[in-house]
T-cell receptor, first 115, second 113 residues
Framework: DQQVKQNSPSLSVQEGRISILNCDYT??????FLWYKKYPAEGPTFLIS?????DKNEDGRFTVFLNKSAKHLSLHIVPSQPGDSAVYFCAASPMKLFGNEKLTFGTGTRLTIIP | NAGVTQTPKFQVLKTGQSMTLQCAQDMNHEYMSWYRQDPGMGLRLIHYSVGAGITDQGEVPNGYNVSRSTTEDFPLRLLSAAPSQTSVYFCASSYSDRGTEAFFGQGTRLTVV
């Protein structure tokens, strides 16, 4: 039972355009969400996060949107750059925790930026 | 500037062998976790620890043991390796603050033949 779903295994976007990666979750106990980026042969690196008390968080070219009623979040990258080519994982953390020691990950979306 | 260090980076085991995957962090993080990454499955939580002497099971704990005798180290033991444990293993650490991120090591690629 996949509690965090990334339904698009891959996405190709032209350089300079907007990349939109989507994530859905089913567990109402999740209240903190994170996006990680992963290059081949490396560990995931943190990109951006959002708490369930917000519906948007922005950091430079990256913006995460959260729609709690739809249990949906999305990551927008504008403008997309070749270095953004990587696998992106959506992750969720259940409420009543003090930290992020129990993350539930989606299956990932491979983003390819076309020069 | 070490962060989270995992050793070894690659390992091949025969079925039935045992081994320990090492994980060390130098950021004085209270929380540490082990994940495995398999194709089409994302990362799945094996075991985690919220402090020295405290460990708990994650989503896929069977076949693995952990201990946390110090804040810095969180080794993962495979008791009797099976081909189903062929995977890439990641260790992560974080503060006890949900507003902060979890840092990941570079991973250990394990093949069980």
């Amino acid at each position: 039972d996949q509690q965090v779903k990334q339904n698009s295994p891959s996405l190709s976007v032209q350089e300079g355009r907007i990349s939109i990666l989507n994530c859905d979750y089913t567990n109402s106990m999740f209240d903190y969400f994170l996006w990680y980026k992963k290059y081949p042969a490396e560990g995931p690196t943190f990109l951006i996060s959002i708490s369930s008390i917000k519906d948007k968080n922005e950091d430079g070219r990256f913006t995460v949107f959260l729609n709690k009623s739809a249990k949906h979040l999305s990551l927008h990258i504008v403008p997309s750059q070749p270095g953004d080519s990587a696998v992106y994982f959506c992750a969720a953390s259940p409420m009543k925790l003090f930290g992020n020691e129990k993350l539930t990950f989606g299956t990932g979306t491979r983003l390819t930026i076309i020069p | 500037n070490a962060g989270v260090t995992q050793t070894p980076k690659f390992q091949v085991l025969k079925t039935g062998q045992s081994m320990t995957l090492q994980c060390a962090q130098d950021m004085n993080h209270e929380y540490m976790s082990w994940y495995r990454q398999d194709p089409g499955m994302g990362l799945r939580l094996i075991h985690y620890s919220v402090g020295a002497g405290i460990t708990d099971q994650g989503e896929v704990p069977n076949g693995y043991n952990v201990s946390r005798s110090t804040t810095e180290d969180f080794p993962l033991r495979l008791l009797s390796a099976a081909p189903s444990q062929t995977s890439v293993y990641f260790c992560a650490s974080s503060y006890s603050d949900r507003g902060t991120e979890a840092f990941f090591g570079q991973g250990t690629r394990l093949t069980v033949v």
